[in-house]
């Protein structure tokens, strides 16, 4: 009876440990300053991933490129190098022709509602697009323009002869139709770049612009809403795996519609102070468009819609039925630029 007992008294004290899930310590990493917004929001993703897994799963963010260069962001969440990371898929023409339908110009009006918008279109098609990975969620930056140092540009054709580093393959493509001549290279860089002569100008959000040091060697900045860019934010399908059930659904309810629309209102706002920041420096033109210009510039535009389409035609969409359903998914969320 004794040893009986002494069997129930000792399986009671192992079943707890056998039930508990086994802990993830996630590497985090981008490619941006620690001081840049997306930092804490990635902390405070991994808090609340934390708290929903019942502290079973924690993380650590590394910025700055420090685990890996910003264009290879995706493929470091693919291979294992780290375990969620934050990518811009703009930055690989060619390779995620679909959500890059976020980055034509005079679409998206707000931060917030459209990474909300954009997120909740693309979830049917990230499946194929980044099928080498998990994906959790898109957002978007508040909308942004040129900025440059050799010349102001207003009118469309301003751009020929001038050497610019777009934003992304959809602003690259636009650099190249009106005669300008494309530099690539990540974000950190921009501002050398410029500097040194590479450059004459950017496409580049206002906050950022400020953060990188950007402005300190430019001049001329258009005040309209040109573009915006996308982001990701994937997982390596191996780490997600091999998690319990439990540990997957608090990873899943912060990969939603909603959290995406929490890291883009924290970005967009940070980026929306700049403008003012800017303003208010010496050596500075800050400029708006007339609304004969930004007809101009929206007619300039439009062959960058065909030329989106062709990509997401190539990778299995129907363009017209997918821009549309990404026009009424903006529009339910209040991001439909006019």
């Not at 040129?146 to 934003?167: C, N, Q, W, Y």
């Amino acid at each position: 009876m004794r040893k009986a007992c002494l069997a129930l008294l000792l399986a009671a004290s192992v079943t707890p440990a056998l039930a508990q899930d086994k802990t993830f310590d996630l590497k985090i990493s981008h490619w941006v300053p620690a001081s840049h917004p997306l930092q804490k929001s990635l902390e405070d993703w991994v808090a609340a991933v934390n708290k929903d897994s019942g502290g079973t799963i924690t993380g650590k963010v590394f910025p700055a490129q420090q685990l890996g260069k910003a264009f290879d962001h995706y493929d470091m969440a693919r291979d294992g190098i780290a375990d969620v990371t934050y990518v811009n898929p703009g930055y690989q023409p060619g390779r995620f022709p679909i959500v890059g339908a976020g980055e034509l110009p005079f679409l998206i009006s707000d931060a917030k509602g459209g990474s909300m918008g954009l997120d909740a279109w693309y979830r049917k098609y990230a499946e194929k697009e980044m099928k080498d990975v998990k994906y959790c969620l898109a957002f978007v930056h508040s909308p942004s323009s040129f900025h440059s140092k050799t010349k102001k540009i207003v009118m469309p054709e301003d751009v020929k002869g001038l050497k610019i580093r777009p934003a992304h393959a959809t602003m690259a493509n636009f650099v190249t139709s009106l005669g300008g001549t494309n530099v690539q290279s990540s974000a950190p860089e921009v501002r050398d770049i410029i500097e040194r002569g590479v450059a004459d100008g950017v496409t580049f959000p206002w906050g950022s612009l400020v953060l990188f040091g950007i402005d300190k060697v430019t001049k001329y900045d258009m005040e309209a809403p040109l573009y915006t860019t996308t982001f990701v934010f994937v997982i390596n399908k191996d780490k997600y795996n091999a998690m319990s059930d439990k540990q997957k659904a608090a990873i899943d309810k912060n990969c939603s519609v909603e959290m995406a629309g929490v890291v883009g209102e924290h970005w967009g706002k940070f980026e929306d102070a700049g403008v003012d920041k800017v303003k208010a420096e010496e050596g500075h033109e800050v400029y708006k468009l007339t609304q004969e210009q930004t007809a101009a510039w929206k007619k300039a535009a439009e062959p960058l819609v065909k030329t989106w389409g062709d990509g997401a035609k190539k990778a299995g969409a129907d363009p017209d039925a997918a821009l549309a359903d990404l026009k009424a998914s903006l529009k339910k969320y209040n991001a439909l630029a006019e």
